[in-house]
């Protein structure tokens, strides 16, 4: 029974790993301790169920050569089922426009922004011609 536990557990600690690491590769500008900050900030908002793993074995595991090419191939699979439904609509985001140092910079000053760009989410539904 012991066994199962620890083969459990070890299942659970990459699944989390590779979690990290898909999220991260979503954001490849980001160093390892704001990748970690962004991470533990998703998981207080519960967008991702993961223990996060220090930022050094983040790092470690993100250089690793059996890594390699897995978060890309992963993200291609994963999307493949959305190909069937996209011939009925197309979705794009537009990317983050929100500067870390500009955010901390206004906490820390206490100062009110008049104007923050966010992300936006673009549904297009598409008109076929039959």
């Known amino acids: 029974m012991l066994i199962s536990n620890e083969k459990e557990g070890k299942k659970k600690k990459m699944r989390?790993?590779?979690t990290c690491i898909l999220v991260w590769h979503k954001f490849p500008n980001l160093s390892v301790r704001?990748?970690?900050?962004?991470?533990?900030?998703l998981k207080?908002?519960?967008i991702i169920n993961a223990n996060?793993?220090?930022?050094?074995?983040?790092?470690?595991?993100?250089?690793?050569?059996?890594?390699g090419n897995i978060p890309d191939e992963l993200i291609t699979?994963?999307?493949k089922p959305l190909?069937?439904?996209?011939?009925?609509f197309s979705t794009d985001m537009a990317g983050i426009k929100t500067?870390?140092?500009?955010?901390?910079f206004s906490l820390r000053c206490k100062k009110r922004i008049k104007r923050r760009e966010t992300t936006?989410?673009?549904?297009?539904?598409?008109?076929?011609?039959h």
């Open 16 to 18: 989390d790993v590779i």
């Open 34 to 41: 704001r990748a970690k900050s962004f991470l533990l900030f």
């Open 44 to 46: 207080k908002f519960k």
């Open 52 to 67: 996060i793993p220090c930022f050094k074995a983040l790092c470690n595991y993100r250089a690793e050569p059996i890594i």
């Open 77 to 79: 699979e994963s999307s």
């Open 83 to 88: 190909s069937q439904i996209e011939k009925d």
């Open 99 to 104: 500067k870390l140092f500009s955010s901390w």
């Open 120 to 129: 936006s989410m673009l549904i297009f539904l598409l008109e076929r011609n």
